[in-house]
């Protein structure tokens, strides 16, 4: 069992990540569906109107459509970096927040995390 797990680590993590990562994005994206009001604090303030509202729509249905990507497993460097960039701009636009950066940072490591072990097993052989 030992020898197994230790053959099968990198793919252990990457699910483990992949699994994290998508139940955090579903999360997110049910309780924006759910509760907007709270979710919509988190828009760039500087946005107002109709730019505000299509800035959340796209957020949300953006999570929920990397989640299934991040869980679908295919070509999981695309998902992962675009999960990363986004947390990235959750980050950037909510510094003054200070426990949605340092979650997101996190969560952002184990983005990149997740494209780099991603990157070697499906990029084209040469």
């Not at 053959?7 to 924006?32: K, M, N, S």
């Amino acid at each position: 069992m030992r020898n197994h797990v230790l053959e099968h680590r990198e793919q252990y993590a990457r699910w483990i990540l992949q699994l994290g990562l998508a139940f955090v994005l579903i999360y997110a994206g049910v309780g924006a569906l759910t509760d907007p009001v709270s979710w919509k604090a988190y828009v760039p303030g500087f946005l107002s109107g109709g730019l505000r509202e299509l800035v959340f729509q796209i957020s949300t249905w953006g999570e929920l459509l990397l989640a299934g990507w991040l869980l679908s497993g295919q070509r999981l460097v695309i998902p992962s970096f675009l999960t990363a960039l986004f947390l990235a701009l959750i980050v950037l636009f909510n510094l003054s927040l200070l426990d949605v950066v340092f979650r997101n940072v996190g969560l952002m490591a184990g983005a990149l995390a997740l494209g780099v072990l991603a990157w070697d097993t499906q990029r084209p052989q040469e």
